[in-house]
């Protein structure tokens, strides 16, 4: 959650129903952070025994594939990094402290992007930049890389 939205929440708890990882191949996990609980699927639980037990309990590893199903969009973050991109102290996004965003939602290359890989385009949310050398406000849509930082326009 921390990586995504590159805000740190000292406050931020997580929970996972008890399940057998021997048995279990998928679960929900919730992770609570910013004081709104965001859900974990975990897939294709594997346990890889060790071979050593107590009796009743065989020691071994845990491996799983975690999706974040959404996530947050922290305004000072995004606002942030778009000053830096843009060479400018003068950014605003139309949007809350924060907002919760499912990741079904429309991903496609952004614009004027030559990067390979996965990108979150937010529909609803306009971002603009003073662009000092055209001496203009320039507006430009939400788009975020997978990882959580906005694309350059």
């Given at each position: 959650?921390?990586?995504?939205?590159?805000?740190?929440?000292?406050?931020a708890?997580?929970?996972?129903?008890?399940?057998?990882?021997?048995?279990?191949?998928?679960?929900?996990?919730?992770?609570?952070?910013l004081?709104?609980?965001?859900?974990?699927?975990?897939?294709?639980?594997?346990?890889?025994?060790?071979?050593?037990?107590?009796?009743?309990?065989?020691?071994?590893?845990?491996?799983?594939?975690?999706?974040?199903?959404?996530?947050?969009?922290?305004?000072?973050q995004?606002?942030?990094?778009?000053?830096?991109?843009?060479?400018?102290?003068?950014?605003?996004?139309?949007?809350?402290?924060?907002?919760?965003?499912?990741?079904?939602?429309?991903?496609?290359?952004?614009?004027?992007?030559?990067?390979?890989?996965?990108?979150?385009?937010?529909?609803?949310?306009?971002?603009?930049?003073?662009?000092?050398?055209?001496?203009?406000?320039k507006?430009?849509?939400?788009?975020?890389?997978?990882?959580?930082?906005?694309?350059?326009?």
């Amino acid at each position: 959650m921390t990586r995504f939205a590159h805000r740190l929440d000292p406050a931020a708890r997580s929970s996972c129903p008890a399940f057998d990882p021997g048995r279990t191949t998928t679960v929900t996990c919730t992770v609570t952070y910013l004081g709104e609980g965001y859900d974990y699927v975990l897939r294709d639980i594997k346990f890889q025994g060790t071979g050593l037990t107590n009796g009743r309990t065989e020691q071994g590893t845990v491996s799983y594939k975690a999706d974040l199903t959404a996530g947050p969009i922290i305004r000072d973050q995004v606002e942030s990094v778009l000053r830096y991109q843009n060479s400018t102290e003068y950014t605003a996004c139309d949007m809350p402290e924060h907002v919760r965003f499912g990741f079904d939602s429309t991903r496609r290359r952004p614009s004027g992007s030559s990067v390979v890989g996965e990108w979150i385009y937010v529909p609803g949310i306009s971002c603009r930049y003073l662009d000092s050398k055209a001496r203009a406000v320039k507006a430009i849509p939400l788009e975020l890389y997978d990882w959580g930082a906005p694309i350059h326009p």
